[in-house]
């Protein structure tokens, strides 16, 4: 936090981590905490950031995707608001009433996309129809890519988050409205679904592609678009190229989560 009165603490498994990440932000207010925020985590451990949780005007969870529920059950206890970056999903969406009753905010998708895109169509759609408009076609698309001139990778991106979550990401299937046709495209195909950009500035100006984004048809209730949007899809932009080698990445088994088999070492034992 920029006012001093604001203390952030910054809590990692590793104190020496959250030391060197407050060390970087330079702040006097900025104060590093070591502890495990794991499911598994000990009693005292658990009990040291139940406290810590209940003297804190909100939690900000950077946490993966798959531990929130567990900081959101805490957050609930503590009744400390909890914001994340992530998807909701059915283990945060079970909290829903629980978090209402104790008027304790659980803020999921703040974060750039989801977040950002939400809040910019929001206002987009909200100015729409106080101008008297009715929408029948609704699409966003966002993507988190290295300027052209950075771009000099092989795999043309640049992690600037987690990058098992961005492989883990491939693996999802989506969904979406066209025409008033809703279209389904299973996890396996997601990648063979890209697209090229080729209208708009976007297009006068980088060679993206874009793939379908998860589940979109829920966002036109979220969005108060009714039933008037024939359309309604959401998408994730790459640079072009992306999907056609994260393709052959899959065909060749590099994205499995199952264990290498024993005594493999090499690419060549590997095949």
């Known amino acids: 936090s920029r006012d001093p009165r604001d203390v952030v603490h910054v809590v990692a498994a590793s104190g020496a981590e959250a030391a060197a990440l407050c060390t970087r932000v330079g702040r006097?207010?900025?104060?590093?905490?070591?502890?495990?925020?794991?499911?598994?985590?000990?009693?005292?451990?658990?009990?040291?950031?139940?406290?810590?949780?209940?003297?804190?005007?909100?939690?900000?969870?950077?946490?993966?995707?798959?531990?929130?529920?567990?900081?959101?059950?805490?957050?609930?206890?503590?009744?400390a608001p909890l914001v994340t970056a992530s998807y909701v999903d059915a283990s945060t969406r079970a909290l829903d009433a629980r978090a209402r009753a104790a008027g304790v905010p659980v803020l999921c998708e703040m974060g750039l996309d989801p977040g950002v895109d939400h809040m910019s169509a929001a206002q987009l759609l909200r100015d729409a129809q106080r101008a008297g408009g009715r929408v029948l076609a609704f699409s966003s698309s966002c993507g988190g890519l290295p300027a052209p001139e950075t771009n000099m990778g092989p795999i043309n991106y640049k992690f600037s988050w987690s990058p098992k979550g961005v492989f883990a990401a491939l693996r999802n299937g989506a969904r979406y409205l066209e025409d008033g046709v809703e279209v389904a495209v299973p996890a396996e195909q997601l990648l063979a679904a890209a697209r090229p950009v080729e209208q708009g500035r976007l297009a006068a100006v980088f060679n993206l592609e874009v793939l379908p984004n998860r589940d979109a048809?829920?966002?036109?209730?979220?969005?108060?678009?009714?039933q008037s949007a024939l359309s309604v899809f959401r998408g994730t932009f790459r640079y072009r190229g992306w999907s056609s080698l994260m393709a052959q990445f899959q065909g060749l088994g590099l994205m499995e989560e199952k264990p290498l088999p024993p005594g493999v070492s090499t690419w060549p034992e590997l095949h």
């Open 217 to 226: 048809l829920p966002y036109a209730h979220a969005y108060g678009l009714g």
């Open 28 to 79: 006097a207010n900025c104060v590093a905490v070591g502890a495990d925020a794991a499911p598994g985590a000990s009693p005292a451990e658990r009990a040291a950031l139940a406290a810590l949780f209940a003297r804190s005007a909100a939690v900000v969870s950077l946490l993966p995707a798959s531990m929130h529920a567990d900081v959101a059950e805490r957050c609930l206890e503590a009744r």
